[in-house]
């Protein structure tokens, strides 16, 4: 099963939320490792969500192959 995490930009006032690799914690389709943010909800309220494009086609291309 897969699973989504949020990463924090706080300095762009943005929460990119990527697909975890099957059995990892930190492993992003993407391949582009996360960066641990030191953000406080506060600074991230308000705070513009998108999904990782690279992620999300690596999801769709993993779905389709199965």
Do not use: N
């Not at 897969?2 to 914690?25: F, N």
């Not at 490792?33 to 999300?56: F, H």
Request: aromatic letters at 6%; glycine letters at 6%; a negative charge.
């Amino acid at each position: 099963m897969y699973e989504m995490r949020a990463e924090a930009a706080a300095d762009r006032g943005e929460l990119i939320w990527h697909v975890i690799t099957k059995g990892t914690s930190a492993s992003p389709l993407c391949g582009v490792p996360l960066e641990l943010s030191t953000a406080s909800a506060p600074q991230l309220e308000g705070a513009v969500e998108r999904y990782c494009s690279s992620c999300m086609d690596a999801f769709s291309a993993a779905l389709k192959s199965s």
